[in-house]
Structures are given as C-alpha cells and as structure tokens.
C-alpha cells in the first residue's frame, strides 16, 4: 500500500526556518499531486500548499503564500516543504498527502493518502 512518511519537524524561533520532507513509498509518485496540510491544537486540518505531479503548478494558502515553498523530486519520490519567516501562529502537525486525481485541491477530501504527521513549533 501507499505510504507516506514526513520528517523534518521540530523547534525554531520566530523568524526562523525550517524544510519538511515527505518520503512516498508503495505507489508510483510521479502520478500523484501532492499536497500539505496543517493541524493545531483545537483547529480543523488546514490546506498549506499543492503542487501538481510535474512539479509545474503549485497552489499555496494565502497564509504562507511568498514564506513557504513547495517542491518535488520524483527521482526521489519525495515531496518537500521549505517554510521560511516562521510565525507563532504557524505552529501545527503537518501532514502530507497525495491525490491519484493529480488535481491541487485545497480540500482534505481531494486526497488519498496522508501520512501521520510531524510537529513544527515556532516559538516567539
């Protein structure tokens, strides 16, 4: 089966950086779009960023739109996540998902598979 697997969580001040990847495995990455979404504490699952399966497309949030980059490398089936000007408010578990569609939907329903999150705080 389709497994997706994120790294690069953790703790940075505001102001700061940090890269997220996510590791696809179990299915042919090229052929999905993929996306990330965000949950904090006491919040619903949030639409961060997509990009389609070509890498040509992207679609961000108005929230981190000119912060936050997203790219692929299908050579290395992983899908990537650079945030940069952090913010408090940017704290979350951040997931990563794929849509067989290969559509950059905004909505947790557009997509198939999710991986089990890593933690991002950002500390003021």
């Known amino acids: 089966q389709v497994q997706l697997v994120e790294s690069g969580g953790g703790l940075v001040q505001a102001g700061g950086s940090l890269s997220l990847s996510c590791a696809v495995s179990?299915?042919?990455?090229?052929?999905?779009?993929m996306a990330w979404f965000r949950q904090a504490p006491g919040k619903e699952r949030e639409f961060v960023a997509a990009?389609?399966?070509?890498?040509?497309?992207?679609n961000y949030a108005d929230s981190v739109k000119g912060r936050f980059t997203i790219f692929r490398d299908n050579a290395k089936n992983t899908v990537y996540l650079q945030m940069n000007s952090l913010k408090p408010e940017d704290t979350a578990v951040y997931y990563c998902?794929?849509?067989?569609?290969?559509?950059?939907?905004?909505?947790?329903?557009?997509?198939?598979?999710w991986g089990q999150g890593t933690q991002v705080t950002v500390s003021s």
């Open positions: 179990g299915g042919t990455f090229s052929n999905y779009a």
């Open positions: 998902a794929a849509a067989m569609s290969g559509l950059v939907g905004t909505r947790i329903f557009n997509y198939d598979y």
């Open positions: 990009i389609t399966r070509s890498g040509g497309t992207t």
